[in-house]
């Protein structure tokens, strides 16, 4: 079979020639969307300028998205539940600064925490600072119970909670 192609934009003519792009698969249609138009515009340059222009504008469009709303609804809960994570430890150290101001016992900070089991969920949170005086317990139970309420306030601010 005989070929009938245009010499200028070089576009299949025949059955035997579109099969053949099709073969090429994804590329092959593109190809031949592209061949198309510039067949059915009267000059050439005028369709490659287009086809440019498209292809500019999808580039730009796929560049600038961030993603699907579901995406950015997933990320958002994310968030609000990490944050919401965050507040709760927040509390639990404001309730143990609460509960050790208000014990009588000779226990120190350190082991009020510990037999709450709200300092494991704690300590990776805290300062080295913080830790050491935890470690050492330099200071009496008001001081202690202070220094509690700082480093809460600390990881407020840390955690942007405030």
Same mark, same amino acid.
């Given at each position: 079979?005989?070929?009938?192609?245009?010499?200028?934009?070089? *576009?299949?003519?025949?059955?035997?020639?579109?099969?053949?792009?099709?073969?090429?698969?994804? @590329?092959?249609?593109?190809?031949?969307?592209?061949?198309?138009?510039?067949?059915?515009?009267?000059?050439?340059?005028?369709?490659?300028?287009?086809? @440019?222009?498209?292809?500019?504008?999808? *580039?730009?469009?796929?560049?600038?998205?961030?993603? &699907?709303?579901?995406?950015?609804?997933?990320?958002?809960?994310?968030?609000?539940?990490? &944050?919401?994570?965050?507040?709760?430890?927040?509390?639990? #150290?404001?309730?143990?600064?609460?509960?050790?101001?208000?014990?009588?016992?000779?226990?120190? @900070?350190?082991?009020?925490?510990? #037999?709450?089991?709200?300092?494991?969920?704690?300590? +990776?949170?805290?300062?080295?600072?913080?830790?050491?005086?935890?470690?050492?317990? +330099?200071? #009496?139970?008001?001081?202690?119970?202070?220094?509690?309420?700082?480093?809460?306030?600390? @990881?407020?601010?840390?955690?942007?909670?405030?």
């Amino acid at each position: 079979m005989i070929s009938i192609v245009n010499t200028e934009c070089h *576009v299949p003519k025949t059955f035997s020639d579109l099969a053949k792009i099709a073969a090429w698969g994804r @590329l092959g249609q593109i190809a031949a969307a592209v061949a198309s138009v510039v067949t059915a515009m009267a000059h050439p340059g005028i369709a490659i300028g287009a086809i @440019l222009f498209v292809i500019v504008y999808i *580039v730009a469009i796929v560049l600038t998205s961030e993603g &699907s709303t579901i995406d950015a609804e997933a990320k958002a809960k994310d968030r609000a539940e990490k &944050s919401r994570r965050r507040f709760h430890l927040v509390t639990v #150290g404001r309730s143990l600064a609460n509960g050790f101001s208000k014990s009588s016992d000779g226990r120190t @900070l350190l082991e009020f925490m510990q #037999g709450d089991g709200g300092y494991t969920r704690l300590r +990776p949170h805290f300062s080295e600072g913080f830790v050491a005086a935890l470690q050492e317990q +330099p200071a #009496g139970r008001a001081e202690m119970t202070t220094m509690l309420l700082d480093e809460m306030d600390r @990881l407020e601010r840390k955690w942007r909670l405030v």
